[in-house]
């Protein structure tokens, strides 16, 4: 798909600027055409990118029935024709997936013991970016993964473990249950809200963080080396702002 996607951007583009430079443009004529693929918070009828303060007016949003909250990964087209007297629209061209937050969890042993499939974090692939495989946005953490499974019935936990006084960090296992099937490769991102992080620490872990002005989460992980041993890997997911002070 994204193969396909970079194709019809890059056509798309190549068609537009042979308009532009034609032989015999219409006098005075003036249009711009271009597609931006990202990840968008859906508002009513408009959407916000993330990392971006900004919002676009989607003139076809209700056609794929999204509802305010939702979070997409979409490809967006934007159109602009300065002699036609309307203004600059977007309209979504495709949703590749649409994104729930999931709740945390606490640190449950037999959860730990059940969700046993090993993950390895990736880097995120727009079509002309890549984020990076874990960041914080507007107090979700988000976590780029790949895995050996099918994507139907596979089930994700970000558990709370606890404190690390000296990193200043909340710490976290991220564990995972999918169904196995014969070296199928997945992608996926994973997102949960860390507004409640609060409700699964003890009194005496939220003083021990309490001077910091905001603090890391930590996200451990079931990793499988190449010589096939599972291993915990850690990677720090990004930075709060510390309510506990």
């Not at 859906?42 to 900004?54: C, I, L, S």
């Not at 988000?142 to 099918?150: D, H, M, R």
């Not at 021990?208 to 996200?219: E, G, L, Q």
């Amino acid at each position: 798909m994204k193969k396909q996607l970079k194709f019809f951007v890059s056509f798309a583009v190549v068609a537009m600027l042979g308009m532009m430079v034609s032989c015999d443009p219409a006098e005075g004529a003036y249009t711009e055409e271009r597609y931006v693929d990202n990840i968008y918070t859906v508002n009513k009828a408009t959407v916000q990118p993330e990392f971006a303060d900004t919002t676009y007016f989607v003139s076809n949003i209700e056609e794929y029935g999204l509802q305010t909250g939702d979070r997409a990964h979409m490809v967006l087209r934007y159109y602009f024709d300065a002699y036609s007297g309307e203004k600059p629209q977007w309209s979504i061209v495709e949703v590749v997936d649409v994104i729930p937050t999931r709740e945390l969890s606490a640190l449950d042993s037999t959860v730990f013991a059940q969700y046993n499939t090993p993950v390895d974090i990736d880097l995120y692939e727009l079509w002309d970016a890549w984020l990076k495989p874990m960041w914080i946005w507007k107090n979700r953490q988000n976590i780029s993964i790949k895995y050996t499974g099918l994507a139907e019935g596979a089930d994700f936990k970000l558990m709370v473990r606890g404190v690390s006084e000296s990193e200043a960090a909340i710490e976290f296992d991220l564990v995972a249950k999918t169904a196995y099937n014969g070296g199928v490769k997945t992608k996926k991102l994973l997102t949960f809200g860390l507004d409640n992080v609060g409700d699964f620490l003890t009194a005496s872990q939220k003083n021990s963080i309490a001077t910091k002005d905001s603090v890391r989460t930590k996200i451990y992980y079931r990793y499988k080396t190449a010589q096939g041993d599972t291993i915990t890997k850690e990677y720090f997911g990004g930075r709060i702002k510390n309510t506990f002070k």
